[in-house]
């Protein structure tokens, strides 16, 4: 069954963390559904950088799509910076309508090894951003009844060993999204979190299994899409993976996504958050 195409016409989508990865292939493909977008990341020149992607790079490409595009360089550590993309947004479109958390650091380690340095980084850029962002974001959503979807996991663990301060910093994100549901009457608030490894920088970079146990980005914005095609009351202060999301419309060929033909991808994202996760869709 083919995943559904929300009517996203007139609404303005600002996606935090969208040079490259899942934030970029977020932007392509709400663009693709009539939505104008806002690209946002700290890369503005990738000329003398390995990695290739910017923020102006991903305006162009949705812009290459039929939709409007606006590049702001945004560190979300920095309210002020969150706040001046809410306002760039407004003075060129006028309106907000969804909020897409997507910018996060990762770093894995033990409570015992993780310098003080990148544990604070990772409260920083995913507990404090994720908290920046949507707050400067709120005035402006409740105007349209807008969307907030954050890229973190379902609350369903009490410790993760091994990984605690990242696996907090991504609670965090989740916690503070989902609080929205109980506080504004007129946002509906959701989290999204991959089953599998997505194939992203972050995956490549740190060595997060191989290339069989990665997923391509479209597993997630193919969810997204489902999520956005559902009434916003229907999901407002809930969690979802993205196979759950899809299997709810009839998806069965997940071989689709994988990033390397006839491979199967262990749900190594789900079992992150918890050893005893099982699939019940």
């Not at 700290?42 to 939709?67: C, P």
């Not at 920046?132 to 709120?138: K, R, S, V």
């Not at 969307?147 to 369903?156: D, G, H, K, S, Y």
């Amino acid at each position: 069954m083919a995943v559904p195409a929300p009517d996203l016409s007139g609404q303005v989508a600002v996606i935090t963390g969208s040079t490259r990865g899942i934030g970029r292939a977020l932007a392509l493909q709400l663009a693709e559904y009539g939505a104008d977008i806002v690209s946002t990341g700290k890369t503005v020149d990738d000329s003398d950088s390995d990695l290739e992607g910017t923020i102006h790079k991903t305006a162009d490409a949705v812009r290459e799509r039929g939709s409007e595009a606006l590049a702001v360089q945004l560190d979300v550590r920095d309210p002020d910076n969150c706040q001046r993309v809410v306002d760039e947004t407004l003075d060129e479109f006028g309106r907000l309508d969804i909020l897409i958390n997507n910018a996060s650091a990762i770093q894995m380690g033990e409570i015992g090894e993780l310098p003080m340095n990148r544990f604070d980084l990772l409260m920083e850029v995913n507990v404090r951003g994720t908290y920046a962002m949507t707050q400067a974001a709120l005035p402006a959503l409740r105007d349209g009844g807008g969307r907030v979807i954050t890229n973190a996991p379902p609350l369903e663990v009490d410790r993760v060993p091994g990984m605690a301060p990242y696996a907090f910093s991504k609670m965090g994100m989740a916690f503070m999204t989902l609080s929205l549901s109980g506080e504004e009457e007129d946002v509906a608030a959701s989290t999204l979190w991959p089953v599998t490894a997505i194939e992203t920088r972050a995956t490549r970079y740190f060595g997060m299994g191989s290339e069989e146990d990665w997923r391509s980005p479209q597993v997630y914005t193919d969810a997204a899409s489902v999520l956005l095609d559902r009434d916003p009351a229907e999901v407002d202060g809930h969690s979802f993976y993205d196979e759950e999301l899809l299997a709810s419309v009839g998806v069965e060929d997940f071989d689709q996504y994988a990033l390397v033909e006839g491979s199967n991808p262990p749900p190594s994202s789900a079992e992150m958050f918890g050893a005893d996760f099982a699939r019940d869709w």
